[in-house]
Each structure stands twice: as C-alpha cells, then as structure tokens.
C-alpha cells in the first residue's frame, strides 16, 4: 500500500509513502521536476495521482488547468513521460476526474494450485 502527498518536511514536493506497519518515506521529488512548476494544488483539480504501481515504483498523476494531461514518473529511473491529453476545457473537480480512471487488477486465480481443480 502506498499513500501520495505533500511533503511536510520540503515544500514544494510530493512525497510517496510505503506502508510497511508504519508510513515511511519511499521517495521525495520536486513539483518543478514533475510539471515545471514550483507548487501545485494537489489533490484539486490541477494536479492529482491516479495510481502508484508498488512493483515498478511508478506513479500516474494528471496535472493541467484546461487541459489535463496524464502522466507516468518513475521513481527508480527519474523519468518522467506523458501519456495523452485526456479532458480539455471542462471545470471538473479532482473527483470527478479520478472516477474516469479504473485501474486495472489482473486476476490471477488460474495460477493458483487449486484453481485447476475448479
């Protein structure tokens, strides 16, 4: 489990949080490095996470004030990639844009032992 916000500890930064019994620092990176610019409203209508894939340390976000672009930051590796425009010219407020996104769970019960008995 990972939780996404802003930092406490440096202004001006998000900071990703790993839950292993308690919520620690996993990663730290500037907004500036993010989307240019040195604050962002998170978690409003201009910048808010989608998801944190825990295995490949990634993170989808969605920042923009009239068009709101989709992208991916890779902790790892630093980069950070855009994926597509993805609403333009609307006034929607963080919620309801997150209700566009459903991330994707595979199911991997047929890789269990006693699903090949089903």
Known sequence: MHLANNDDMASGKLAIRGDSNEWTLKHRVSYKHLVGMEYVFFGSHEFFIVA?????????FVFGH??????????????????????????????EISECFLPYVPLFSKSLPDAAEQ
């Not at 944190?52 to 993170?59: E, F, L």
């Not at 989709?70 to 010219?89: A, E, F, K, P, W």
């Open 52 to 60: 944190i894939h825990p295995d490949c340390n990634m993170v989808f």
């Open 66 to 95: 009239d068009e709101k672009t989709l992208m991916s930051y890779d902790m790892d590796s630093g980069s950070l990639h855009v994926i597509r425009n993805v609403i333009r010219n609307f006034d929607y407020t963080a919620s």
